[in-house]
């Protein structure tokens, strides 16, 4: 949800053509996984625990931890550019973007619970 929000409605608002070619690829990347979200929610009849808050954590820790390495011992083009690691916001940005999730995670519960309503 916080991909395809911040893409659509923050950055590619304000991208350039050269900056981002919007082709087939970049499209279904920031759009499929959230129908894929909302269809997985819709057809399954799972409860969503608030204990679940600590996987939301463990692998927000995880992914920021494995991009730090990646682009620390390899050069390779970042397609987010507030968060290259050659800024000194940096380690901000990505606290940053940890925090953004949790008002996604709770307006994923709160679908959850209006749809076990």
């Not at 204990?51 to 954590?57: E, K, N």
């Given at each position: 949800m916080l991909t395809d929000s911040?893409?659509?409605l923050i950055l590619y608002p304000f991208?350039?053509?050269?900056?981002?070619?919007?082709?087939f690829l970049l499209v279904c990347m920031h759009s499929i996984n959230a129908f894929f979200l909302l269809g997985d929610t819709i057809l399954n009849c799972?409860?969503?625990p608030m204990?679940?808050?600590?996987?939301?954590?463990l692998w927000t820790g995880i992914f920021v931890i494995f991009q730090w390495i990646i682009h620390a011992c390899v050069s390779i083009?970042?397609?987010y550019p507030f968060l290259d690691l050659s800024s000194?916001?940096?380690p901000l940005w990505y606290l940053g973007v940890g925090l953004m999730h949790i008002p996604c995670y709770g307006i994923f519960a709160l679908i959850i619970k209006?749809?076990?309503?």
């Open positions: 911040v893409f659509w991208l350039t053509a050269k900056d981002f070619g919007l082709d799972l409860r969503f204990f679940q808050i600590a996987y939301f954590v083009w970042w397609p000194s916001y940096a209006l749809k076990h309503f």
